[in-house]
């Protein structure tokens, strides 16, 4: 998407409004896929602060920002063990499909054996998915639980054979890093993040629909397209948080699902293949 969501798509923009920006990674356009509906791009990464419904730029800003003039500090290199870094790399993987048209890629990781999790916005309206492992195998997957709600999906990927990441709360003012696929490359990039916030807020989902409640951290990041999906890791290697969207106004800010939304997500019965809903412009 744009320099404000973190997934990347290719043959049209997505852009988010001015506030935040999606995080995907748009790529070469191949064919339609004519049984995707097109739909407007939504604000689907517009954070609020606590329980904002709909309020002006500035007050957002204000709300989630501790100063509305300025960005927090970037967060430091250096705080992840080389075991911690390699770990979590390993259980890294770089998600890409096409909708409409518009072949789209982000970020995702395994938080249990054959399975990854990445944003819904980064599958939506996507019918075949493929992920990418750190060792160049490239596996078929298929979407099991779409929240577009919480903007995250669960991906069911047989013989993935990863070791699954552990899942924790955040600390705010919490030091980590972001492990992701930034402008689709291949390689996975840790990027240094450290918990600002955390904000309870009502936001559209990714379709603009809404509001609806969701839990959001705020980092102090430099985040790219591509990174939608990826895990924001603690020091001791948790997931805890996935981040989606980066600041329009502030490239050291970046947002993130809270591990507490993916946790209530990945909880859920899943039965087999789940629709996508329509695509995104």
Known sequence: ?????????????????????????????????????????????LPGSQLVRDRGLADLLAGLLPNVLSAPPPAVAGPLAPAVVATVTASTVKVSGVACGVRIEGSGFSPAPDTIVTNAHVVAGVTSPQVLRPDGRRLPATVVAFDPDRDLAV???????????????????????????????????????RVVRRVD?????????????????????ELEPGDSGAALVDESGAVVGVAFAISSWYRTTAFAVAGEEMASVLARPRTGRVGTGPCLD
Request: charged share 15%; hydrophobic share 50%; with cysteine.
């Open 155 to 193: 991906l069911a990927v047989p013989g993935l054979g990863q070791q699954p990441l552990r899942l924790a709360a955040a600390t705010v003012g919490g030091a980590g890093a972001v492990f992701g696929h930034p402008q689709g490359q291949v390689p996975v990039e840790v990027s240094p993040a």
């Open 1 to 45: 998407m744009s320099s404000s969501t973190l997934a990347t798509r290719t043959g049209r923009r997505g852009v988010l409004p001015v506030v935040v920006l999606c995080l995907a990674f748009l790529v070469a356009a191949p064919p339609a896929d004519a049984t995707a509906k097109k739909v407007r791009k939504a604000p689907a990464a």
């Open 201 to 221: 807020a009502l936001v559209d989902n990714i379709y603009d629909e809404g509001p609806v409640p969701r839990r959001i951290l705020v980092l102090a990041a």
